[in-house]
Structures are given as C-alpha cells and as structure tokens.
Nanobody, 117 residues
Framework: QVQLVESGGGLVQAGGSLRLSCVASGSTFSIMRMAWYCQAPGKQRELVAR???????SYVDSVKGRFTISRDNAKNTVYLQMNSLAPEDTAVYYC???????????WGQGTQVTVSS
C-alpha cells in the first residue's frame, strides 16, 4: 500500500492562495490516478480534484477556475494550487491514491486549511 504525506496547509485570509503537496512512496506513482479530497467540520469527506497518470484533470464545480491539480512524477508528488480561497474552503485536505475503480485506496494524514474572512 502506498504511503502518502501531505503538507502545505495553513491559515490564510480570504482571497489568498496556498499550494498543497503530497509525496507518495514507492515506484508506481507515475501510473497512479491521484486525487485531493476535503472534509469540513461536521461534513463528509468529498472529492475536490483528480488527475490521471497522463495528466488529465477534473474538478468539482465549486473549485473550477480557482484550484489546479498537477503532478511531478520525477518527485512522486501531486500538488493542489488553491487560489481565491474563501472561508467555505476551510477543511482538512487529504491526498488519495485511487484504485482501478477510481475510489480512494490509500489516504494521507491530511493537512488543515483555514481561510479567515
């Protein structure tokens, strides 16, 4: 099972930016589909963005045009660039490696993002 370690969260004012990083262990990262999820207090964990091994991306509507998922296979790292942050983006953000059914098979420990108004 792949090990995932997220970083880059923090406290930012509304309108600000953050870049989250997720480093994966193992030699199969380049063929993995990866995703970012978020979980706000009292809510279920939900998908934010996905990226295929070939770099194709998809986003939930609420972050389109503001967030960008990308990957660097040489560094076994997937990123989430978050711009124009709003208080409703406040959540713990988790990196996930997706299984062949596009379901999360491995999770990182999460990184807290807090956006103040």
């Amino acid at each position: 099972q792949v090990q995932l370690v997220e970083s880059g969260g923090g406290l930012v004012q509304a309108g600000g930016s953050l870049r989250l990083s997720c480093v994966a262990s193992g030699s199969t990262f380049s063929i993995m589909r990866m995703a970012w999820y978020c979980q706000a207090p009292g809510k279920q964990r939900e998908l934010v963005a996905r990226i295929t091994s070939g770099g194709m991306t998809s986003y939930v509507d609420s972050v389109k045009g503001r967030f960008t998922i990308s990957r660097d296979n040489a560094k076994n790292t997937v990123y989430l660039q978050m711009n124009s942050l709003a208080p409703e983006d406040t959540a713990v953000y988790y990196c996930a490696a997706l299984d062949p059914f596009q379901l999360p098979g491995s999770w990182g420990q999460g990184t807290q993002v807090t956006v103040s108004s």
